[in-house]
């Protein structure tokens, strides 16, 4: 059974600097007084993208992760996909994790889109084998017919798009992490795409997507998360987490432009939310 | 063990940071199906729509050798039949562990996109970087061929050790490449220092002169040189003679060493890496 589960996670991004560079590191050492003082004052900067994040997701759940931007939606697939391990918390994960951030890891511009389709195959955690069983499928839905014997620089956008499409849902995946920017090109291919992703959802038994779009998560999840500064701010039907998000949309899109007052509204809505639910 | 080196376990409390940097490094290097396929593109992409390929680099060191090689031996008054095999077998292993480090300590930022999507094996990508460079090698080999052929050196058994001693060569530059890698993302003036030592040991590595030149204090630097003792397991059975017992212990010495540390250093910083880059 596949689930996974988080407890007090937070996730921290030290934010590198010059101030950090090899020289002070053996300055700092060396000359010890004046630079070291400087480098005490200020601690090692980190912003942090999750705090104390608690949750479980079972078998079956397919969530939906909501949010404003930079509200820690890309930072928790992340953490789910084991890319950043949590500074504080745990995090445990039953099932092989399938993260399709990018439709095309590995893919090179140089390459033909039949080598590209076996290196990003591979990496993508294929087998020879199974590449090979998937190649008819991926061929017909990338619609690229005699173009993936050519190099993948003679492609249009939307060819390219078309294919690391066509590669990335071709895998059998148990969690699957989905991020927004699995965009589409044009409106025909993306209603195509459309059903090869409930397809692929459909076969996997966790799926998690993260994005800023209501109505995606409306059509595409049963449960969904609503994060707010790195926080989880509601948790549970996707209807209700949704009506909450609108109305956090509603009531704060005036103090959007001054940050410091959005900060202070959130931190006042977020308690209420939660309660609200 | 394929998947696992692009799906390397999380961290939790039955799993210590040990373990985990132990699969890195034992599910990267066996997975030769993923690092052979990169490694091999890669090289093919390096040199399309050149006329000779991989070659130039071959051109480029055999014009190296041989007018450095015939100036010399006039200079120096040597032989150029026992000067050109010494010079030539010398420079194709420098030209194999620089052209690693250098391109090692890149290993890691051109692989941004891959590190931030997957929870994939560095050691997976250190050894795509260095077999990248081995078929270099195998191209530069033919050089050697045919000033072994000018020179007239006889086929001896001890020719044989080529095979232990390259391996051991090989063995040394994989976590030689994974720890520069880690490294170079963290600390960005380590790049510029790495080209910089490379040079220098070209000069001080007995590759152009042989140890037995050197006289007084002079002769640590080959008793001392870790480069030296590398070298010799693979140049000394191309030249048909089979390596000192003292070669083989230090170089054996080294690996053993080497690998230690990368574990110790991978088991601590492994998860700090995608932060860095």
Known sequence: MAEIVLKNVVAEFPVYGSQLSLRNVLFGRVVGGVLRRQNDTGKRVVVRALDNVSLTINHGDQVGIIGHNGAGKSTMLRVFAGIYEPSQGTISIEGRVSPLFNTSPGLDLDDTGYENIVTCGLLLGMTRAEIERKLPEIEAFSELSDYLALPARTYSTGMLVRLGFAIATAIDPEILLLDEELGAGDARFAMQAARRVKALIDRSSIMVLASHS????????????????????????TKDVLELYNRMNKDERPAATLPATQAEESGQNAPAAATAL | MQSLALNIPQRGPTRSPH?????????????????????????????RRTVFGPFWTTVSVALFVLTLGLLWSNLWNRDPKVYLPYLTSGMLCWTLISSICTEACFGYFNNEMLLKQLRISYTLLACATVWRNVIVFFHNIIIYVLIFIYAGIPITWAMLLVIPGFALLCLNASWIAILLGAVCARYRDILPLVGTILQISLFLTPIFWSPDQLSGRMTVLAEYNPLYHLISVVRDPLLGRAPELLHWLIVIGITLAGWVLTLEVMSKFRHRIVYWI
């Open chain 1, 214 to 237: 209501a109505e995606l998560i409306g059509q595409m999840c049963n449960r969904a998360i609503l994060l707010d500064h790195g926080r989880v701010v509601a948790d549970g039907p």
């Open chain 2, 19 to 47: 373990y985990i940097a132990l699969i890195d490094i034992l599910a990267g290097l066996l997975a030769f199906n993923i690092w052979g396929r990169l490694g091999w593109r890669a090289t093919k992409r390096r040199y």
